[in-house]
């Protein structure tokens, strides 16, 4: 018997059994009559094909219609189970059953959706379980203890209590604070940079701006690492490029940092703040920066594979309902203190 947990941030679904992550991929589709793409393939395309994606059935996950395909309707839940079914089919039957890691803030009404949507995968479900538990495993002895994470579409602030395990007691959703917005963002500095150095325009080529949007993560990343970088596009046979700069990728990020940084400083309690950042936003451009000039705070960066891992570690704590699974929210510490 193997169980996969499958955690559901649309930023990048990740796949993972007791040996690490077996598959990540976007929630993002592309619908094209009656045909539906997902994953990596949809994103490929979201440039190329704009009025055709979707990336918001998950963080938005209902029976609401999206609109309609040349041939049916379509609705969040019908592009959820697409790419469910696709991430189940692509394990081969290497797993018997699947321990669903979801975000704080998914409503009990999206809860029930997914094991819908799960029977209609014929997906096994061993449970449910919140991705900020899951993903902490140790205690952090007289500190005020959170999780903060980024999906597609918002920030997912939590609060967890350290009283003989984990629970989360409390957080909030800062909605139109995710990566979706904040890629648009670095894609709108990049290109401004493009037209002041070299009059060229990547936004008026689909092809050269879904080419930018391809490589957007690890350009960004090279670029916080060196302070500036040069980036190559080519059209039409001809090379065009630019510097792109540290200070022209925070001005996007600093919304959203600046968001965070006020939960900080409006904070009502006297003892000291470990903030647990997950990978997504410990790579947001001026983030440990701005964490560094809050004082009492301590930042604590998980790994890409906290929370699937974290949950698997403790699948004996997780029962098993059947029919009525409900979401657990508290958890031991792992015995080894990882």
Excluded at 107 to 130: F, M, N, S, T
Excluded at 139 to 149: K, P, T, V, Y
Excluded at 241 to 268: F, K, N, Y
Aim: with cysteine.
């Amino acid at each position: 018997m193997t169980t996969v947990a499958i955690e559901l941030n649309d930023a990048e679904i990740r796949v993972a059994d007791a040996s690490g992550v077996v598959a990540r991929e976007p929630g993002y589709a592309l619908v094209e009559g009656d045909s539906i793409v997902v994953g990596d393939e949809a994103y490929r395309q979201a440039s190329l094909k704009p009025r055709q994606i979707h990336n918001r059935f998950w963080s938005e996950l209902s029976t609401q219609p999206i609109g309609r395909s040349d041939r049916r309707p379509l609705n969040h839940a019908d592009l959820a189970y697409t790419q469910l079914a696709k991430l189940w089919a692509d394990l081969g039957g290497g797993a018997s059953d699947a321990l669903f890691v979801v975000p704080s803030s998914f409503e009990r009404e999206q809860l029930a959706l997914l094991l819908g949507i799960a029977k209609a995968c014929e997906i096994p479900v061993r449970g449910l379980v919140d991705a900020a538990v899951a993903s902490t495993t140790r205690a952090h002895e007289a500190a005020s203890l959170h999780h903060w994470d980024l999906g597609l579409h918002a920030a997912v602030l939590s609060e967890l209590s350290q009283e003989g395990g984990v629970e989360r007691t409390g957080g909030e959703t800062l909605p139109r604070r995710g990566l979706a917005a904040l890629r648009e963002g670095w894609i709108g500095s990049i290109v401004q940079a493009f037209v002041e150095q070299s009059r060229f325009d990547p936004s008026h080529d689909a092809e050269g701006e879904q080419a930018l949007l391809d490589g957007l993560d690890d350009f960004v990343a090279t670029v916080m690492e060196r302070e500036r970088a040069r980036l190559e596009l080519e059209q039409n046979g001809i090379a065009h490029r630019a510097e792109i700069r540290r200070a022209d990728l925070l001005r996007p990020s600093r919304e959203i940092v600046g968001t965070l940084v006020q939960r900080l400083a409006g904070r009502d309690d006297a003892a000291p703040w470990v903030v647990q950042a997950s990978h997504r936003l410990a790579a947001l451009p001026g983030f440990r920066e701005a964490l560094e000039d809050v004082g009492n705070v301590t930042l604590v960066v998980l790994e890409p594979e906290a929370a699937c891992l974290g949950a698997l570690a403790r699948l004996d704590q997780i029962p098993v309902g059947g029919a009525g699974h409900r979401l657990v929210r508290r958890l031991e510490w792992c015995s080894d203190g990882a």
